[in-house]
């Protein structure tokens, strides 16, 4: 017995590896402290901290430069499944951290984020960072769901944090209730299938058949991605999203809309890869009806909608649609590699798009309206041509307009999604790519080709410097490349998931052999058999 | 005759769906956070009873984690509907309108 509980324990606890492995996870919580600490000695509480802000940028970009020194390591489990150190956890780690930064900057070089960008903004903003990283590096169920809340959490104080503006306290509301809510559903939904499973770990579900003949699985797995649909946005659980996208700060917006959908379409893809290794037909009509729903009320509300920010919300609504494709092809085939690149791809150019859009709106949004309605654009081509020339780039790709970003991974995900015979779904995105094209060339109309009116707005010069273009410049430069080249580098991802070495977790039975004699019960005896087996071949 | 952790199984379903009902139905803030405390304690207890049935401890050990996640979002709920009663007097969802497209 005691045997059994150190072989498990050297597998539990974290080696020197995992340190190493999961530098830009504890990089980012130790600079987010300092953040905070040095808010301790500020004179004026109100005042922006350019030192906190400091420590953090440093901290970031240790945290985007970790995972490329150590891209080479091969794929190990550390602290049981708790911490996969893979290639698809490095490559979320450097997109989140680079996000995180581009969020940071772009508040800083704005009059109204900088009035936002107090110590404590830019250490939760790095505690949400952080478990965005916990969670696209978990393979269990109880480490995601921690990552998933140190987020949330974050989040709902972000969406908040404009005390005196009663429209964010509203919006943070909303986004609480129904984000604990989801975060409770996905947790049921945990509780379903471990009793079926009787492991949390996702690599232990590979037997897992999805059939009404094991409704508790069946009912768990649907739980669970429901919540998660409900993270990202996807029609019927969109409801606050326009909301809280409307009433956040832009750049704000912008990290929710990205990030987070990033992160959560990694786990899906994880869970559906690793766990429900069986094809599932249930979840294939699961992701077949979110999916068609999403695409259709994303883009046919966008229309109606007067607030920029509104639109994008629905542009987004009908984005998280387009990944459910890559869901659906998924479900339907779990070694999907096309699968698995057109998510990857598509997720990580939605990001860099949406971060560029918010980014351009919260420059224009200083010194205007917080929130900004379509007419107030118009004559922008003239008054400020890089602003209306960078948001027409980002739209474009949006849109999936070849020369930009959002073609390529369109195309891919058709692609793999027509290639596991999703072919209606396939059909319907671009049915529907073509109604979002209106909302999305409704703005460029007003942009480019509508005369200055005089409710039209311009950049402000206290924010246009040439720091600023340079970082929007970036994004579009970003953008265009990503779009010129494709998204090949999707393919050169390693897709290997790391996985612990064979042993099973251990049992109450186990734990107290004076209740069940272990040398009776054929179980006990299978599971000691196994972690033997396990404690004598060398770890990894 | 149910065994008793199926019996707690199936008493966390009827608690997770008088939680639901709680967060959906109810018109006052304050209530609809105790709906999401009840969702979370359904599910604690279907995670304890599901550890009990299938002879494992992990469901135990998520238990605590779920405790010590509700306690963080109860302390941030709290947080903001006293911000909105200090903003509005008022913590009906209904007063909630600010935001419509």
Partial sequence: ?540 | MLSMPELGLYFSFLLFLVGLFTVMFRKNILFMMLGVEILLNAANLAFVSASKITGTIDGQVVMFFVMAVAACEAAIGLAMIISLYRAKASVEADDLKLLRG
């Avoid at chain 1, 940071?104 to 009035?115: I, M, P, W």
């Avoid at chain 1, 480490?143 to 509203?170: H, M, N, P």
Wanted: proline share 4%; aromatic share 10%; hydrophobic share 55%.
């Fill in chain 1, 1 to 540: 017995m005691e045997q059994l509980v150190q072989a498990r324990l050297q597998e539990i606890l974290p080696s020197a590896g995992f340190y190493l492995q999961a530098s830009p996870i504890l990089l980012l919580l130790v600079g987010a402290l300092a953040a905070l600490l040095l808010g301790v000695f500020r004179a004026d509480p109100e005042k922006p901290n350019f030192t906190s802000l400091g420590v953090a940028v440093v901290s970031l970009v240790a945290a985007a430069a970790m995972p490329l020194v150590l891209r080479g390591a091969a794929p190990a489990a550390h602290l049981g499944s708790g911490f996969l150190a893979d290639g698809l956890s490095r490559f979320s780690f450097v997109v989140i951290a680079l996000g995180t930064l581009f969020t940071l900057f772009s508040a800083a070089l704005t009059e109204k984020g900088r009035q936002l960008l107090r110590p404590e903004l830019v250490c939760l903003l790095m505690f949400s960072s952080a478990g965005l990283m916990v969670m696209t590096s978990s393979g269990e169920f109880l480490t995601f769901f921690t990552g998933l809340e140190i987020t949330s959490v974050s989040l709902y104080v972000l969406v908040g944090y404009q005390r005196q503006d009663v429209k964010a306290l509203e919006a943070a509301l909303k986004y609480f209730l129904l984000g604990a809510t989801a975060a409770a559903i996905i947790l049921m939904g945990m509780a379903l299938v471990y009793l079926h499973v009787g492991s949390l770990r996702w690599s232990d579900m590979g037997t897992l058949r999805l059939s009404p003949d094991a409704p508790f699985a069946l009912m768990g797995m649907f739980l669970v991605l429901c919540g998660l649909a409900f993270k990202l946005a996807i029609a019927p659980f969109h409801s606050w999203a326009p909301d809280v996208y409307q009433a956040s700060h832009s750049t704000l917006t912008g990290y929710m809309a990205t990030l987070v959908k990033f992160s959560v379409a990694l786990v899906v893809l994880r869970i559906l890869g690793a766990s429900v290794a069986q094809a599932s037909s249930n979840l294939v009509l699961l992701f077949w009806v979110l999916g068609a729903l999403s695409i259709a009320i994303g883009s046919t509300f966008g229309l109606v909608h007067n607030s920029v920010k509104r639109m994008l919300a629905y542009s987004s609504v009908a984005n998280a649609g387009y990944f459910c494709l890559a869901f659906a092809a998924l479900a339907a085939n779990p070694s999907s590699v096309s699968a698995r690149e057109a998510l990857t791809a598509y997720a990580a150019v939605y990001t860099v798009l949406n971060l560029g859009a918010f980014a351009v709106l919260a420059w224009l949004e200083d010194g205007n309206n917080e929130d900004l309605l379509k007419e107030e654009l118009s004559g922008l081509g003239s008054k400020s041509p890089f602003a209306a020339l960078a948001l027409t780039v980002f739209l474009f790709g949006l849109a999936g307009i070849p020369p930009a970003a959002g073609f390529f991974g369109k195309f891919m995900l058709i692609n793999a999604a027509v290639s596991e015979g999703l072919t209606g779904l396939a059909i319907l995105m671009v049915l529907f790519s073509v109604v979002s094209l209106f909302y999305y060339l409704s703005l460029m109309v007003e942009m480019w080709l509508k005369p200055a009116s005089r409710n039209s707005i311009a950049v402000t010069a206290s924010s246009d410097s040439g720091l600023h273009r340079l970082l929007i410049g970036t994004a579009v430069v970003v953008s265009l490349v990503i779009g010129v080249v494709g998204p090949r580098w999707a393919s050169m991802l390693d897709y290997t998931v790391a996985t612990e070495a064979p042993s099973v977790a251990i049992g109450v039975r186990s734990l107290h052999p004076t209740t069940a004699t272990a040398s009776s019960d054929p179980v006990d005896a299978v599971k000691k058999k196994a972690l033997d087996t396990a404690a004598k071949t060398p770890r990894p």
